[in-house]
Structure formats: C-alpha cells, structure tokens
C-alpha cells in the first residue's frame, strides 16, 4: 500500500479525488489517498501552497513531493523541504495556456477591439497586416512558453523566444542572456510573459525594458504578476509607448477594485484564468511520478532549487 498525501484545500479536494483514484487503478498503483495520514506514514505528498503542509521536516518516509501547479515560486525556497520537488506538467494546462495566448494575440493582432467598440454606422475599413508581418516575442521558453510560441509559428507569426540559458526549439528564433533580452524585445509587437517567477525575473518588464519594444506593442502577461513594475507599465501605456496590456495575472489576486488596472481603457483584466491544471489530465502525471518513485526511476518534472524553477 502506498500513502499519498493531499495537501491542498476543499475545492481541490472535491475535483481531484476521483480523478487521481482512476488514474492510479489504472496505473496498477495500491495507493491509500487521504487528507490526513500521519507524516511517519506519508510516501508522497500531492501538494499546493493552499494546503496545510508547510514544514517538511516530519515526513522522514516521503519520497517526492508532486506540485499540482505550473509555479513553484512559493515552495521552492523553503529550506524544509529536502524531498524532490516536481512541478505540474499537464497536457491540458498547456492546452488551456496556447488558446489563451493565440486568442489575445490573435484579437490584436486583428484589431478586433476597434470593430467591437464601432457603435456608429462608420465604414472602416483599416486591413490588419498578415502574420508574417507581426513579429511576437514569448519570454520565457520552458513547456508553456516553448509551445504556445510554436502554436504563433505555425500561425505564421514570426516568433522569437528568450530565455536565462540558450534554447533550440525548433520553428523559435531562440535567443538568451542581456543582450539576447533587448533584441528579442527590439522587435516585439507583441510581447507575451511566460517566465517563471525569480529574483533575477521580478519585473524584468520594467521602464527601461518597456522602452526597448517598438512603441505601440502589446503585452500580454498570463505568466506571473511580479514579472511586471506595475507603475512602469501604467506610464508606458499613458505615452502610448504601450499601446494596450491583456493581462491575466497580478502581484494581489483578486484585484483589488481600485487598482488602476481596472479602469485604464488601454488595459484588459482576465481573472487568472488563462490556464488551470486539468484534474483529469493532471491526475495521469500525478499516478505516473508515483509509478516511477515505486519503480525507481527518475520522476518527472524536477524543479531545479538552484534555478527556482
């Protein structure tokens, strides 16, 4: 029998039950699934930073801990956990993260804003370039970054990704390091924010970046809130530096009703919901790290602690 721990809340608990018990009878796993095993007893902990685990220390028997989110900004620092850490890598929060970023790109890409605001029999006929004209730069090229840039590329969009360390992805112009970061931006028309959240990453968009993009682009930020100097961005758009920011994710979540963001009409605010983990799909990946923790092969999905992500 294994003891598999979930920590994280009521709501999760209420969607992933089920689906995480199917994935591991077909897995062949024996797996005991509970809230509340004693931590001598615990082999892994299926885990979110809402649940009540925060001390690693008593779970001397644990063999991994299985995030059930794509970030792991608020786990990875602490200094308890000695376990290995893997990160949420699911087929349907990748799906979920490409149609949100493809449908943003495409809708100002198209200027679908200015037929949607059109309230006056005015004829306007203003015809949007073709893709191939409209450069995109995705920051960020792990799994989320690396396929929605690939996803724009097969658009027709010219795509350039930047990360920390070089990348090759193949239909990318992959680029890395400070001086990769201000060519990827020199182009950008549209900009999209896909990067892990670290110190070397928080507001890496900020009012000298925001000066490098050409002036007009669009930001798009379904990454992490942080990513961005708030204040810098709000200038930038007040100038028309920026022409317009879709931004899906924020340094306080929910909003609050006065923030800025709310009321500036070059700003849209979608309510993290870009993309989410799949409880179905994301159970498949839970059973499988747990089949291979059981087998002795390598798990899936490890964060780098020295890296962050």
């Given at each position: ?32 699934l ?9 082999d ?105 840039g ?90 028309g ?7 899906d994710?924020?340094r ?14 070059k ?24 089949r291979?923790?059981e ?15």
């Amino acid at each position: 029998m294994i003891n598999v721990l979930f920590s994280t809340d009521d709501n999760d608990w209420a969607d992933y039950q089920d689906p995480l018990r199917e994935a591991f009878e077909a897995a062949g796993l024996d797996v005991a699934l509970s809230r509340d095993h004693g931590a001598d007893q615990t082999d892994y902990i299926i885990f979110t930073p809402k649940g009540p685990v925060a001390d690693f220390t008593p779970f001397t028997r644990c063999k991994a801990v299985l995030g059930l989110w794509a970030g792991v900004e608020n786990i990875v620092t602490n200094t308890t956990l000695t376990q290995p850490l893997a990160r949420m890598v699911d087929e349907g929060l990748t799906r979920g993260m490409i149609e949100w970023v493809v449908g943003h790109t495409m809708r100002h890409h198209l200027d679908l804003d200015r037929h949607l605001r059109t309230t006056d029999p005015e004829w306007d006929p203003v015809m949007p370039p073709l893709a191939a004209d409209r450069p995109v730069t995705i920051l960020g090229l792990g799994a989320l970054g690396a396929a929605c840039g690939q996803a724009l590329a097969h658009l027709g969009f010219p795509v350039t990704g930047w990360s920390r360390s070089q990348k090759d992805i193949a239909d990318l112009r992959c680029l890395s390091g400070d001086s990769g970061l201000s060519e990827a931006l020199a182009t950008a028309q549209i900009l999209v924010l896909l990067l892990p959240l670290t110190d070397q990453t928080e507001s890496i968009l900020n009012a000298e970046t925001l000066d490098l993009l050409p002036q007009g682009a669009i930001v798009l930020n379904p990454g992490r809130g942080a990513l961005i100097d708030d204040d810098a961005l709000l200038a930038a758009l007040d100038t028309g530096q920026i022409g317009h920011a879709t931004l899906d994710v924020f340094r306080e979540e929910p909003l609050p009703v006065d923030n800025p963001y709310w009321h500036d009409p070059k700003v849209t605010v979608t309510p993290h919901i870009a993309s989410t983990t799949r409880p179905k799909t994301a159970a498949k990946v839970i059973a499988e790290n747990i089949r291979r923790g059981e087998a002795g092969e390598p798990f899936l999905h490890l964060v780098d602690r020295a890296a962050g992500y």
